[in-house]
């Protein structure tokens, strides 16, 4: 089976670090997305890992070990619209070669405060 | 622009009513998928499709069927047998293969709800 787990709500201060930790267990591995989601609105994609170690886009940063399933979202500088839910997913094998699914976490959504 | 548009944005059903979700794509993408997302879950596979006229059941394709005849449309049906259609549908497309390049993008959405 397939089990993703990251937190169901989280709240910072504009201006801040946070960071949202997501573990996985997956039967089979071929990458780790990062998307965010603002209520209502389509998931848009922030980041990939499928090395282990940290990969840096602006003020988001996304870091990931595979050997401990683990990945984390690191967002600095925060600002009110990054209110929204950030959602975790793991790209495991489907059927057929070169076939392949994304499975998501149930996302974790973020409150950031003046 | 290049995007996903799906449509409608809202819709309603009746009881024992079968509704089509639209989904087009103009990114040339060969393969699309169908999620389901209810309040505190996380996107749940429906369906997907990775060439026309070929596709295959996800993880909850019970109530549900789709049609793959154009590359660039994947309609999705909710038939009377889903007991619990009330939901947040998003229609995704990406490029066949692993890497990078292979990223899903999400459309805007279709928000279900039961009369």
């Known amino acids: 089976g397939q089990n993703i787990d990251q937190p169901t709500e989280m709240t910072a201060t504009e201006g801040a670090i946070v960071q949202i930790n997501c573990t996985y267990q997956t039967s089979g591995f071929n990458g780790l997305f990062w998307y965010q989601q603002h209520a209502g609105e389509a998931p848009t994609f922030l980041s990939y890992?499928?090395?282990?170690g940290l990969e840096e886009k602006g003020r988001f940063s996304s870091f990931l070990s595979r050997s401990k399933g683990y990945s984390y979202l690191l967002l600095k500088e925060l600002q009110m619209k990054d209110s929204a839910s950030y959602l975790c997913?793991?790209?495991?094998?489907?059927?057929?070669?070169?076939?392949?699914?994304?499975?998501f976490g149930k996302g974790t959504k973020l409150s950031v405060i003046p | 622009d290049g995007g996903i548009t799906q449509s409608p944005k809202y819709l309603f059903r009746k009881e024992g009513q079968n509704v089509t979700l639209s989904c087009e794509q103009n990114?040339?993408?060969?393969?699309m998928y169908w999620y389901r997302q209810d309040p505190g879950q996380g996107l749940r596979l429906i369906y997907y499709s990775q060439i026309v006229n070929d596709f295959q059941k996800g993880d909850i394709a019970e109530g549900y069927s789709v049609s793959r005849e154009k590359k660039e449309s994947f309609p999705l049906t909710v038939t009377s047998a889903q007991k619990n259609p009330t939901a947040f549908y998003l229609c995704a497309s990406s490029i066949m293969g692993a890497g990078l390049k292979n990223i899903q993008y999400f459309g805007a959405g279709t928000r279900l709800s039961v009369l």
């Open positions: 997913a793991v790209r495991v094998p489907l059927r057929g070669a070169g076939s392949y699914q994304l499975t």
């Open positions: 890992n499928v090395l282990d």
């Open positions: 990114l040339n993408h060969d393969a």
